[in-house]
């Protein structure tokens, strides 16, 4: 009988367990620089309530009958501009970094990326884990400062895919690194290579941060907190090498959407009063990004190189963000391995 017969161990269906699993997730990006790609990516995004915190009903007409109808045509400009024949170089720079995560971890850990927005989609890239037999998974939102717009989000993203499994793995998540030695150690030593590596020494150097609506922080989000917490832990190292010497450092917010009041002073601002006001060399970085992305080459390199140029300013340089240089993956790695402790 076929009731008897489905509980016979012979006949149990093939399971793969025993595995460990390891997701880098970052933000996510559309699949192509047009303004339907940028549509669509754009949808998902800001209809997240972590994202745009406004009551779905006063916002989704909003979204949908302004923003979709002008906002992709202007990013699609923007993200045309910094396309690589690998595509977005947000995804390119988070898989090679899960890559070379792979690399150092060895055959006992299987290792992906994800994107929050867009694809590979969380929930794709969870489903293949668990099919590979992982068991327990460890989650690394790639966003050194802890921020509900970003952080949380992946949290409440997995937390809803694993809302629909039977079998759940067994769940860690790599926390916030805005203050971890080996972050900042990493930032210190590519910042100090890159800049002794420029054709001119810089007078100011602005640290920017991806903006916030300046009422998350009234609300009690740490982000604020947390990135001027990485800024001065960043500076203290920066301010004793040869190569900063006499460097004043600036910590701004870039990327403002909308009318709201957000975080300031804003980076585009402080471009153009430090080039009002003579500063003539200029640099940036961003640490609060993993990756490189829109916002840093084309908002921040493109845009604020004219930006500062126009204003006075003559040479100016945006520095690279971790990527995968050795410094930045040797930090990975070393964040991924003390949280899988007792997994490893
Ligand atoms: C209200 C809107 C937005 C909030 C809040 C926000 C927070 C936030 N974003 C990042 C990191 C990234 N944002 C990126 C792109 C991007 N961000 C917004 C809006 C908000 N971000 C938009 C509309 C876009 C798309 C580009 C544009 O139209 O300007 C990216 C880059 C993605 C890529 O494909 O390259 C990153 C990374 C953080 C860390 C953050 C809060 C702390
Ligand atoms: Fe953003
Ligand atoms: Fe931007």
């Avoid at 870039?254 to 709201?260: D, E, L, N, T």
Wanted: net charge negative.
């Amino acid at each position: 009988m076929t009731w008897q017969k489905q509980r016979l161990p012979n006949d149990h269906p093939p399971v793969k367990s025993g595995s460990i699993g390891v997701l880098l997730v970052n933000l996510g990006t559309p699949d192509g620089p047009d303004p339907g790609s940028v549509k669509r990516y754009l949808k998902q995004f800001l209809s997240d309530p972590r994202v745009i915190e406004i009551p779905k009903l006063a916002w989704q007409p909003i979204l949908r009958g302004i923003i979709l109808n002008t906002r992709p045509q202007k990013s699609a400009q923007a993200y045309a501009k910094i396309w690589t024949e690998r595509g977005s170089p947000l995804a390119d720079i988070t898989a090679r970094q899960a890559e070379a995560v792979a690399d150092d971890l060895g055959e006992s850990v299987v290792v992906d990326y994800a994107m929050r927005y867009g694809s590979p989609s969380i929930e794709q890239r969870l489903t293949e884990l668990t099919e590979k037999g992982c068991d327990r998974i460890l989650i690394a939102p790639m966003y050194p400062q802890y921020c509900a717009a970003t952080t949380a989000t992946v949290f409440d993203e997995v937390a809803r895919v694993l809302g629909e499994m039977r079998w759940q793995p067994a769940l860690r998540f790599v926390p916030p690194y805005h203050d971890d030695p080996a972050y900042l150690d990493a930032l210190a030593d590519d910042l100090t290579r890159q800049v002794a590596a420029l054709s001119f020494r810089p007078e100011v150097m602005l640290l920017s941060f991806h903006g916030m609506p300046q009422r998350t922080l009234e609300q009690g989000d740490p982000y604020h907190c947390h990135c001027h917490k990485t800024a001065r832990l960043l500076r203290e190292r920066l301010a004793e090498r040869p190569e900063f010497e006499g460097v004043r450092f600036e910590t701004t917010f870039q990327s403002r959407f909308g009318p709201a009041q957000w975080l300031e002073p804003a980076t585009d601002a402080t471009l153009v009063a430090e080039g009002q006001k003579g500063t003539k060399r200029l640099v940036v970085a961003a640490p609060g990004f993993a990756a490189d992305c829109v916002e840093t080459l084309e908002e921040l390199a493109l845009e604020g190189r004219d930006e500062f140029i126009e204003a006075g300013g003559s040479d100016y340089a945006v520095l690279d963000c971790l990527n995968v240089s050795a410094s930045g993956v040797k930090m990975i790695d070393a964040l991924i391995r003390r949280e899988l402790s007792g997994w490893i």
